[in-house]
């Protein structure tokens, strides 16, 4: 199955996998809302997904995906240069093929990827592992620290001696650096890599 916002790479793709004995196309849809509810009525090996699909993207499609039993395995067919191959990888995709590349390598990607290997451009896998709580400023980690006793947003501003708006400011680079949406999660996280490290 494939899934791209452009109308034009949809059809291109289409006509090319129409065409290729090895593949059989199933569905195409031009947004995450579409793959979903294909994927949900009929079995799909493989999926093809554009990152920036609309309107859920493509790492939450990949996630809630996860969930799902016999779920297809996705190529995610985007934009190499940046943080896009890794933040694939990362959120669980089997694959990645760059649109600046030649159609044949996302083809052989695919077949690939339908056989249970994992097919991505390198990476530096070290930068997968990184701790994002060693990424933190000295600030928001004492915050953090701070937060996961407890303390309100005033009793944070009392004791760094900053405003209510500018511990919001903080919390926000915070929540968005660790990847989580709010304070219960932000503790929960604070715990978590406590105890995997041992509890240091």
């Not at 493509?58 to 896009?84: F, M, N, S, W």
């Not at 709580?133 to 760094?160: D, H, V």
């Not at 919001?168 to 999660?185: G, I």
Request: hydrophobic share 45%; proline share 5%.
């Amino acid at each position: 199955m494939l899934a791209d916002s452009n109308p034009l790479v949809l059809t291109a793709m289409s006509d090319i996998l129409d065409r290729d004995p090895r593949f059989s196309l199933v569905a195409t849809s031009a947004t995450a809302e579409g793959f979903l509810g294909a994927v949900m009525r009929m079995p799909v090996q493989v999926g093809i997904i554009d990152w920036n699909l609309p309107a859920l993207g493509g790492a939450k499609l990949i996630e809630v995906l996860r969930e799902q039993p016999d779920a297809p395995r996705l190529v995610v067919y985007g934009d190499e240069a940046g943080e896009t191959p890794r933040k694939a990888m990362g959120a669980g995709a089997a694959g990645f093929a760059s649109r600046s590349g030649p159609v044949d390598t996302l083809l052989e990607t695919c077949l690939a990827v339908a056989q249970g290997q994992m097919v991505f451009p390198f990476l530096d896998v070290r930068k997968l592992q990184q701790d994002p709580i060693e990424q933190l400023s000295r600030r928001e980690r004492a915050l953090l620290e701070a937060l996961s006793t407890g303390m309100t947003n005033r009793e944070l501003a009392k004791e760094f001696k900053i405003s209510a708006n500018t511990v919001k400011f903080h919390l926000s680079n915070l929540f968005e650096k660790l990847s989580v949406k709010n304070r219960t999660q932000a503790i929960a996280f604070y715990y978590a890599n406590r105890a995997a490290k041992g509890g240091q």
